[in-house]
């Protein structure tokens, strides 16, 4: 067996990667503006949505000090551009891609989950019950049968797609790239949360096609992915090891519960993952056992897979007035979103079972995003900047994440698990 070794990432390095990659999560939970026009008038209905996000990862750039002292000058020279789900998942964004500009380096940062979209939750993160054969994105026929999930194939296909405003690819761009500069350049992709799932199968679908868009093999692309769940069965890890796994760093930390996502192994650890602290409890027992039952038989295997986590410490869930009153009402929406779910599958359950998965899930989002700043020693001012918007002006501050999507998740979920028989 061929073995690859991944490359020794400097801690600037990772920092740099992680900052570029989540900056473009920018419009999580942002409507998509209606239009009064008639239809075809705009053919780019997120337009608004990317010059919103345009203006905030500038700033970010150009304008934040802190993190240009962290990271260094980089400028954004492609995109972003933001794709929508065929309506009624149309009402904000469902992934979106831009590209960053540093000498001869690049970085093309890919979107994770936004929060509110129903698309990326039902679709993207959890249809992994059938698969796609690589085959379609293959330079050559593979010997055996690498596939990735069919929830991955739809947000990867969405990445290459022509960009409904302007009708270019990534592809194209990469190909004016190379012809304008006269020097090897290097391409790194990064992405966290389901971005770090596509992040990386995008990079191989780039260097599957090679040919067509860099015949002189002028274009080192390299790999960073944070947090991703697995893309694609055993045989599609291999595929990607042979091929980019030297140049792929996977960064995941132990008690992030979506890298644990979709190998069994690892799913069978979530109910526990933050005991004694929070104990397991049905409801959570019951969503992992869901899990396994999409993905049974599927053989899915994390791309690095010997790739040892950042070890994880439980956090506190830190609360002011404000996020109080917030939380509050976030967890009321949950637990009448569950009890409802429930009810429907002829489920009871008691109030102390949902305040445990409540406690459970507010440490998974922590754990899912703060917890990488800190394993990663980001300065503070650094963090708030990035996560809570801190400094941006007033026209650019963030909008808060509401749990629009919860309701349909849940109950898709309860689903899947009256009637788990999918087929493949």
Wanted: hydrophobic share 40%.
């Amino acid at each position: 067996m061929v073995t690859t070794t991944a490359p020794n990432l400097t801690l600037v390095e990772k920092q740099t990667a992680w900052a570029l990659g989540w900056i473009i999560n920018g419009i999580a939970s942002e409507l998509v503006p209606p239009s009064d026009e008639e239809p075809g008038i705009f053919p780019n209905p997120a337009q608004e949505l990317e010059d919103l996000l345009a203006r905030r990862i500038d700033f970010y750039l150009e304008e934040s000090s802190k993190l240009s002292e962290l990271i260094g000058t980089w400028k954004r020279i492609w995109g972003p551009f933001v794709y929508l789900a065929r309506p009624p998942f149309n009402k904000y964004a469902t992934n979106a891609i831009y590209v960053a500009q540093q000498g001869n380096k690049y970085v093309i940062g890919v979107a994770g989950t936004n929060p509110k979209s129903l698309q990326n939750w039902l679709i993207e993160d959890l249809y992994v019950a059938v698969l796609a054969d690589w085959a379609d994105y293959a330079e050559d026929e593979p010997q055996y049968r690498p596939k990735i999930s069919m929830g991955t194939k739809i947000g990867l296909d969405n990445l290459l797609r022509p960009h409904p405003g302007s009708s270019t690819t990534i592809i194209d761009f990469l190909t004016d790239l190379l012809k304008e500069t006269g020097q090897n350049i290097e391409i790194l992709l990064t992405g966290a949360s389901l971005g770090g799932a596509l992040s990386p199968v995008l990079a191989l679908a780039l260097h599957e096609n090679k040919s067509t868009w860099d015949p002189n093999n002028r274009a080192k692309l390299k790999v960073v992915t944070f947090a991703g769940p697995t893309p694609g069965n055993y045989y599609f890890a291999e595929r990607y090891r042979l091929k980019l796994g030297n140049t792929t760093t996977r960064i995941w930390n132990s008690l992030d519960i979506v890298p644990h996502a979709w190998k069994p192994e690892l799913l069978s650890q979530i109910p526990s993952l933050y005991e004694p602290q929070i104990a397991s409890n049905p409801l959570i027992e019951r969503f992992v056992k869901i899990g396994n039952l999409l993905s049974v038989g599927r053989y899915y295997t994390h791309l690095e897979r010997l790739t040892p986590p950042l070890q994880g410490t439980l956090r506190p869930i830190g609360q002011t007035p404000e996020t109080s009153s917030n939380q509050v009402e976030l967890n009321v929406q949950l637990s009448e979103a569950l009890k409802s779910g429930l009810a429907k599958e002829n489920v009871s359950v008691s109030d102390q079972d949902i305040n445990g998965l409540l406690q459970f899930l507010a440490q998974a989002k922590q754990q899912h995003i703060d917890a990488y700043f800190d394993l990663l020693n980001f300065p503070s001012e650094v963090t708030e900047l990035i996560i809570n918007g801190e400094q941006l002006p007033p026209d650019l501050r963030l909008q808060e994440a509401a749990p629009e999507a919860i309701e349909g998740v849940i109950s898709k979920l309860l689903e899947y698990s009256a009637n788990p028989d999918v087929d493949e």
